[in-house]
């Protein structure tokens, strides 16, 4: 195991998190590991997925403020156009 995957989830970026997730799943998909290390490399697994799961949830959120306030941008505010009627003469 190296210092990198020893890292506190909130210091590493997105790419890290997932790049070390690959790895930890090859890990024990391999086979190779013993019990005690398998078992610390699954829960390792599972803290990286809760944190980039809750990353990409966050974007979303995020994501989804911006194309709510960009459709409101777009919408034109007709409270102040002046009222227009149509009469038949």
Same mark, same amino acid.
């Given at each position: 195991? *190296?210092?990198?995957?020893?890292?506190?989830?909130?210091?590493?970026?997105?790419?890290?998190? *997932?790049?070390?997730?690959?790895? !930890? !799943? =090859?890990?024990?998909? *391999?086979?190779?590991?013993?019990?005690e290390e398998a078992l610390e490399r699954?829960? =390792?697994?599972?803290?990286?997925?809760?944190?980039?799961?809750a990353r990409l949830a966050s974007a979303?959120? =995020?994501?989804? !403020?911006?194309?709510?306030?960009? =459709?409101?941008?777009? !919408?034109?505010?007709?409270?102040a156009a002046p009222a227009t009627a149509?009469?038949?003469?």
């Amino acid at each position: 195991m *190296s210092a990198q995957q020893n890292r506190p989830l909130d210091e590493m970026t997105f790419k890290e998190a *997932s790049v070390e997730l690959e790895q !930890v !799943v =090859r890990q024990l998909e *391999s086979g190779d590991l013993e019990l005690e290390e398998a078992l610390e490399r699954y829960q =390792r697994g599972v803290e990286l997925l809760s944190s980039l799961r809750a990353r990409l949830a966050s974007a979303e959120q =995020r994501v989804q !403020v911006l194309v709510e306030s960009a =459709r409101q941008d777009d !919408v034109p505010d007709t409270a102040a156009a002046p009222a227009t009627a149509f009469i038949d003469e």
